[in-house]
T-cell receptor
Framework: DAGVTQSPTHLIKTRGQQVTLRCSPK?????VSWYQQALGQGPQFIFQ???????QRGNFPDRFSGHQFPNYSSELNVNALLLGDSALYLC???????????????FGPGTRLLVL | GEDVEQSLFLSVREGDSSVINCTYT??????LYWYKQEPGAGLQLLTY?????DMKQDQRLTVLLNKKDKHLSLRIADTQTGDSAIYFC???????????FGAGTQVVVTP
């Protein structure tokens, strides 16, 4: 049973560019959350997708957007990249079986983005 | 507001017990988690505790929750070199799944 997968593993972009990161949830999960982890800090919640809609959003600008597909996979898009967007972007999946398991989030390995 | 605080660093000798502490401010927290992050990797779920529990034990891991003081701790018995990592405490205060993390505690295990 594959866990949460993310692609690409590493990415280098320049300021002003746009980037798309991808996530496939753990088998049986229907909810995907995205987090940004800057160097030396804990992860910060960006947003969560459920039933192909953004269900909750953290304190991130509109440059950060996402999408969830019918197969529950998800994309994170960041426009007009800034140097400060350099971070590890983590995807977490949850849900699919109700009860407490819906609240347990399993994380992927992350995509490390460097903005020059 | 929401805030989770952890001590930044812990050094422990191999074979000893490690205790990592965390405090949180959101009294409506329903679930509290401990995650482990090794260099260059994502987050690995270690254990969790419901807010209506005081203690949970899972093999070498023991979680203690003091709801009055909003204090959570993780004890690792017989600490091994493979336990060297950053440990994150996280709280979830709603059922939608937004996790609030601390800054992490770096644990270094010395022989």
């Amino acid at each position: 049973d594959a866990g949460v997968t993310q692609s690409p593993t590493h990415l280098i972009k320049t300021r002003g560019q746009q980037v798309t990161l991808r996530c496939s949830p753990k088998s049986g999960h229907d909810t995907v959350s995205w987090y940004q982890q800057a160097l030396g800090q804990g992860p910060q919640f960006i947003f969560q997708y459920y039933e192909e809609e953004e269900r909750q959003r953290g304190n991130f600008p509109d440059r950060f957007s996402g999408h969830q597909f019918p197969n529950y996979s998800s994309e994170l898009n960041v426009n007009a990249l800034l140097l400060g967007d350099s971070a590890l972007y983590l995807c977490a999946s949850s849900g699919g079986s109700g009860g407490f398991k819906e609240e347990t989030q399993y994380f992927g390995p992350g995509t490390r983005l460097l903005v020059l | 507001g929401e805030d989770v605080e952890q001590s930044l660093f812990l050094s422990v000798r191999e074979g000893d017990s490690s205790v990592i502490n965390c405090t949180y401010t959101d009294s409506s927290s329903t679930y509290l988690y401990w995650y482990k992050q090794e260099p260059g990797a994502g987050l690995q779920l270690l254990t969790y505790i419901f807010s209506n529990m005081d203690m949970k034990q899972d093999q070498r891991l023991t979680v203690l929750l003091n709801k009055k003081d909003k204090h959570l701790s993780l004890r690792i018995a017989d600490t091994q070199t493979g336990d060297s990592a950053i440990y994150f405490c996280a709280e979830m205060s709603d059922s939608w799944g937004k996790l609030q993390f601390g800054a992490g505690t770096q644990v270094v295990v010395t022989p």
